[in-house]
């Protein structure tokens, strides 16, 4: 029988996390501190459904979500824990302004992304993250000190039960 479960945002701050430029095709990678309601017992386990970006440099961006700290690992697939990605291509519509003027702003809903972090259940003192790179697919570069905000909006506890690939 499915839990009915939470919905928690999680929140990476402008100025925080995702400082720096990006040239196109280029990743980098953050772990962001997972709320308590996700982290309890260090199970770290969500359903992601929605994410929004609000970013002073309308672009394509990408997001990849892995369950450690380690991220991509080119040549050791085998290390590699991908969960999932999503894309934000302006060609597709995405990136709005509001009066041509300002910060542009990305949404997805209806995303079912699972999400665990095999670093948070193997060592719980560590605490739980968020494990994601930020991909620029666009032409032309982040800005260094541009605006940047990512938020998942909505991230379902109801798969605490959910088994795992690899967990």
């Not at 839990?3 to 402008?14: C, F, L, Y």
């Not at 910060?103 to 079912?112: Q, S, V, W």
Request: aromatic share 12%.
């Amino acid at each position: 029988m499915p839990q009915s479960g939470m919905r928690e945002r999680v929140i990476a701050p402008s100025g925080t996390y995702f400082v720096g430029a990006l040239t196109q095709n280029a990743g980098m990678f953050q772990r962001i501190p997972l709320p308590e309601s996700i982290a309890a017992g260090r199970h770290a386990r969500c359903l992601i459904e929605s994410l929004q970006i609000v970013s002073a440099d309308q672009g394509d961006w990408d997001l990849w979500f892995w369950s450690n700290q380690a991220g991509q690992i080119p040549g050791d697939p085998a290390s590699e824990h991908f969960l999932g990605r999503w894309g934000f291509a302006v060609a597709g519509g995405d990136g709005k302004q509001i009066g041509s003027t300002g910060n542009f702003y990305y949404y997805i809903d209806g995303l079912r992304i699972f999400y665990h972090d095999s670093d948070a259940r193997n060592n719980p003192s560590a605490g739980a993250f968020l494990n994601v790179t930020l991909v620029s697919r666009s032409a032309i570069n982040k800005s260094a000190a541009g605006f940047f905000f990512l938020r998942l909006c909505r991230c379902s506890t109801a798969v605490a039960q959910r088994t795992f690939p690899g967990s």
